[in-house]
């Protein structure tokens, strides 16, 4: 039975009934007389004798019997105390009805346990008043009855021990059914003492309060054997006085535990929450809902420099000073806004929070408001944290991003961004501006033979010339290894550009010292100007760069400004580049050969591959216009690698087929100092199946000229694949005789310029007939190139060159054409 229904019961044995009455009387005119009389206070019951009267007792339990004393058999003195002797029927109220007046037996009446008695003749209105009376108190007694068992519910199912003690610590009442409290059972405890029963703890409270005569004490008790999961209890010691009299001891118990459990595990979380609080890297402050500190973590201590202990009870605008970081008006505390507007608020950008001492921090994140089960605002919180090495990080970044790393020059991005907006401002105001392009000549030579680190701290050297040359207008910027580029907001007129781009090259020109040595550069300069050539800043770059490459064709150590015919240079240059990475990336590349014969009996023993591309219409692009392009652009190692893939390719095939075919290479210098080189012909030998003494790389002088070392280890590394090594275009460079004898040359080719000139020129003559000398006297093959005439054929045989090639036997020509010629 749960609580309510306890309560209903208990209102509900209030409610009234009628009674049972029992008539017991051997003349039936007395009883008819009863029944009439009393019919209208309840049930009325009848019999005539004794024995029936006790099975009805028994059967009804009637509230009231009227017992009459004289009867036949079995008086009425007997049947009551059969009917008192019973449970079922010892309650129920008896009244004697007799014509005895003796006082003998009315006491007899009552000590065998009447409650009344009625004397014959029956005066009818006395007779109903007393049973009304008695059919009354029996109600009543009912009423106590069901109130001490509702009672008694009631407290069995409250989830508080109740008990009472007597003076002597007795127990004498209690609630500890089922053993829920303690282990002995409520029935066995009433009448044990409590210091049997109760727990030492509170057994010693209990025992104070009753020596002691202290009314009332409250105390918290923990179970060391917890029963039912009831380990901490709170004990209520209430004495009982009457009279200032202490009549008892009331003790309660109630079940604490969860609320125990319950507060250990918020202290737990509320210090697990405050070590993390204190340990994280954010500073953290909470607040009441009107913005007044209470709790700062040791971060927020250190960003504001404020103690948490003078923190609290003050407003967060007087702990924290925000303030703009670049205008230092003073920000809005996040906090109040959360508060103010319930909702969670970001904190402003750019924001930055000094501290009690004066140091700037530069902070960012957000701030909540706490709300409480019902959804109200009790409170809020900010967190936050230094981004100060964050922003200076992203300045930083952002100044490597836009200027270069050796010189800390504005790069080309930062370039291209000030470019466009001079223009923007430029068109607006209808003026010039122009931009110089600056190229230091022979740069690469210079690097490779100093080395970068002698190189770097030339183009530092040229970086602070060139600086001192511009004005704060200006914008100086190095664009690549050694190019630079001054941008001139506002041209006035171009004499001023002329003075500008003049100085440069005269300053450039004055030597540098380097480790106690001086060396001289000269730069190439290219300038161009919008509008007067160019309306966008790309056009403005390509244009300067088209200048600039038109002053090193003029010889370098000069300046250009960019003209017409130059635009159609750098867009027949632009086609040509083009066409170029179209064909390599289109595998369109193609391979002439260019025969070479025994002079004497000219017959062909070998060719020399030539690279050719064509154009959208079909037509040869001249090698003059993109080798060098190439050379210049990086793409001459892609291109190298197709044409010797290709000749080696055409080689295995014409081997063969019977044809002992050596297939002569050009390598470029690019090709020539890249470290994978000596790998990357190896692998094509090895995958086209070429024997190695069919190949022959053709190398020019320059290209050995590098690094001593290097350029041997690469020629050994070469030779040792079985190919041979010939000098093209021998004695047009350096021609020294010493890597002649250190580095493994097998073939020499004189350069066609001298072959074509020496039967006019007496000094080609020579040239001609000192190699020849030359390469005899050191066991080498010569090979003469450009042979177009027979007197030049006739010379050459005479100076005892053996092998040649040129348009007096055959052009280059196709593959295909050249196999028919085999054939």
């Known amino acids: 039975m749960n609580f309510y229904g306890v309560i209903v019961l208990l209102f509900s044995s209030h409610e009234k009934s009628l009674g049972k009455i029992l008539v017991v009387d051997d003349e039936p005119s007395s009883l008819l007389i009863m029944t009439e009389a009393l019919s209208d206070l309840g049930t009325v019951i009848c019999c005539d004798n004794g024995i029936d009267a006790i099975e009805k007792a028994f059967e009804l339990q009637p509230d009231v019997i009227l017992l009459?004393?004289?009867?036949?058999?079995?008086?009425?003195?007997?049947?009551?105390k059969r009917l008192k002797n019973n449970p079922k029927t010892a309650y129920c109220t008896v009244i004697f009805v007799s014509s005895y007046n003796d006082k003998i037996f009315e006491c007899q009446s009552y000590e065998i346990g009447g409650i009344d008695l009625i004397h014959k003749p029956v005066d009818i209105k006395i007779c109903r008043l007393r049973v009304i009376n008695h059919l009354k108190l029996k109600q009543q007694e009912a009423q106590i009855r069901a109130a001490k068992y509702d009672i008694s519910t009631l407290v069995s199912q409250v989830p508080v021990y109740i008990s009472y003690w007597s003076l002597q610590e007795e127990n004498l009442f209690n609630n500890n059914g089922q053993s829920r409290w303690f282990a002995m059972d409520g029935e066995k405890m009433l009448g044990q003492q409590a210091k049997d029963i109760l727990p030492s703890d509170l057994y010693k409270a209990f025992h104070r309060c009753l020596e002691q005569r202290i009314n009332e004490e409250v105390v918290n008790i923990q179970f060391?054997?917890?029963?039912?999961?009831i380990e901490y209890v709170r004990a209520h010691i209430h004495l009982r006085l009457k009279a200032n009299q202490v009549m008892g001891v009331i003790l309660t118990l109630t079940d604490i535990t969860s609320i125990k459990r319950t507060k250990a595990l918020l202290a737990n979380e509320s210090e697990r929450l405050k070590v993390m609080l204190n340990s994280i890297g954010d500073a953290v402050i909470a607040t009441d809902k009107n913005a007044i500190i209470h709790f700062m973590n040791p971060i927020a201590e250190r960003l504001t420099g404020w103690v948490a202990q003078d923190a609290k009870g003050r407003h967060i605008d007087e702990v924290m000073n925000l303030c703009d970081a670049t205008t230092t008006q003073k920000s809005v505390n996040p906090i109040t806004v959360a508060l103010r507007e319930q909702r969670v608020v970001a904190m402003a950008l750019n924001t930055q929070l000094t501290d009690l001492d004066g140091r700037v921090y530069r902070v960012e994140d957000s701030a909540a408001p706490i709300r409480?089960?019902?959804?109200?605002?009790?409170?809020?919180?900010?967190?936050?944290?230094?981004?100060?090495?964050?922003?200076?990080?992203?300045?930083?970044?952002?100044?490597?991003?836009?200027h270069d790393l050796l010189t800390d020059l504005p790069n080309r991005i930062l370039l291209h961004d000030r470019v466009l907006h001079a223009c923007k401002v430029a068109s607006g105001k209808q003026k010039q501006i122009a931009l110089i392009l600056i190229d230091i000549d022979h740069f690469k030579y210079l690097n490779d033979t100093l080395g970068h680190h002698q190189g770097d701290l030339i183009i530092k050297y040229v970086a602070k010339r060139l600086e001192s040359l511009i004005d704060l207008s200006m914008t100086l910027a190095r664009i690549g290894g050694d190019e630079f580029v001054i941008l001139i907001p506002e041209v006035k007129a171009t004499t001023a550009v002329d003075a500008i781009a003049s100085e440069i090259i005269d300053t450039m020109s004055q030597p540098f010292r380097l480790d106690n040595q001086a060396y001289t550069l000269s730069v190439s300069v290219g300038v161009s100007i919008n509008p007067t050539d160019s309306n966008t800043a790309e056009e403005m770059m390509t244009h300067a760069d088209a200048a600039m490459y038109r002053a090193k064709e003029q010889g370098r150590n000069r300046f250009c400004y960019y003209s017409d015919d130059l635009e159609y240079q750098f867009k027949q240059r632009q086609r040509v580049e083009k066409l170029l990475r179209t064909a390599i990336e289109q595998d369109k590349v193609e391979v002439f050969y260019q025969p070479k014969l025994a002079l004497s009996t000219q017959q062909i023993v070998g060719v020399e591959a030539l690279v050719r591309i064509r154009d959208q219409e079909n037509h040869l692009v001249s090698p003059i216009e993109f080798i060098p392009l190439a050379e210049e652009t990086g793409l001459i190692l892609t291109l190298g690698e197709s044409v010797l893939k290709q000749s080696c390719v055409?080689?295995?095939?014409?081997f063969d087929r019977g044809h002992n075919i050596k297939v002569a290479v050009n390598i470029a210098a690019k090709q020539f100092t890249d470290k994978n080189f000596c790998r990357i012909v190896s692998e094509i030998l090895k995958s086209t199946g070429l024997p190695s003494e069919l190949l022959e790389l053709e190398v020019t002088e320059s290209s050995l000229m590098h690094d001593f070392e290097e350029t041997k280890k690469m020629l050994n590394d070469l030779a040792s694949l079985g190919l041979t090594i010939a000098i093209d275009d021998f004695g047009t460079g350096y021609s020294s005789l010493s890597y002649l004898k250190m580095f493994p040359v097998d073939v020499l080719k004189i350069d066609q310029s001298f072959v074509k000139d020496m039967c006019n020129d007496t000094q080609s003559m020579d040239i001609v007939r000192t190699i020849s000398s030359l390469a005899h006297s050191l066991n080498l093959q010569i090979v003469a190139e450009g042979i177009e005439q027979k007197q030049h054929l006739t010379s050459l045989l005479e100076?005892?060159?053996?092998?040649?090639q040129g348009y007096l036997f055959y052009k280059p020509m196709p593959k295909a054409d050249f196999e028919e010629l085999l054939n």
């Open 224 to 229: 060391e054997k917890p029963r039912n999961n």
């Open 68 to 80: 009459d004393i004289e009867m036949p058999n079995l008086n009425g003195f007997e049947v009551c």
């Open 650 to 654: 055409a080689a295995k095939e014409w």
């Open 799 to 804: 100076l005892g060159c053996k092998l040649g």
């Open 372 to 402: 409480d089960e019902a959804g109200r605002i009790i409170g809020g919180i900010i967190v936050f944290h230094d981004v100060s090495e964050s922003v200076a990080m992203a300045v930083k970044m952002s100044h490597l991003a836009n």
